[in-house]
């Protein structure tokens, strides 16, 4: 999802990755896979995760709760150009049986508050199918809009 604005393109795209595991979507969008992308900042609950990611990544990834280092006035979350992640899908996933009410659900509220507080242009959200007919879709999307997007979304 963009804005409709032009994306300066001489030097590298910077990139932030939420729910970043150990780094798959960065991966797709770094120089190893031939594209201009730099990723400046990543997050992950899961400290294994994130201890991965650094590994793999020049260590910018921090370990925490999203939405404590949102509130937390200590946090910078950087300027960056695109913002991309996988918020957690097991509200949306058909394997749980208890999807009603699940708080995993309202996830990509601190995603889009990201993508707001970094000036983005760009963000991908990447997650399972039944996203797509849900509420939460529709907030997304409405919120996206607010917000100076334009929206695509792809099965």
């Known amino acids: 999802m963009s804005k409709s604005k032009p994306i300066p393109t001489s030097s590298p795209f910077t990139v932030i990755d939420l729910f970043a ?11 190893k896979f031939g594209n201009n992308f730099e990723s ?12 991965t990611y650094n590994a793999n990544f020049s ?9 404590e280092l949102l509130t937390d006035p200590n946090t910078e979350i950087p ?10 899908c097991q509200g949306f996933s058909l ?14 509220q601190p995603f889009l508050e990201v993508v707001e507080r970094a000036n983005a242009d760009i963000f991908l959200i990447e ?16 919120r996206a809009r607010e917000m100076g997007f334009e929206t695509a979304s792809a099965k």
């Open 21 to 31: 595991g150990a780094g798959g979507l960065t991966l797709g969008f770094s120089k």
């Open 40 to 51: 400046v900042w990543a997050n992950d609950f899961n400290s294994h995760a994130a201890e």
């Open 59 to 67: 260590g910018h990834c921090t370990h925490g709760d999203i939405l």
């Open 79 to 88: 300027q960056a150009d695109v913002v991309i992640g996988g918020p957690p």
């Open 95 to 108: 394997l749980n049986k208890n999807r009603e009410g699940d708080a995993r659900k309202e996830m990509w």
């Open 127 to 142: 997650n399972v199918p039944q996203l797509l007919g849900s509420p939460e879709y529709s907030a997304i999307v409405e």
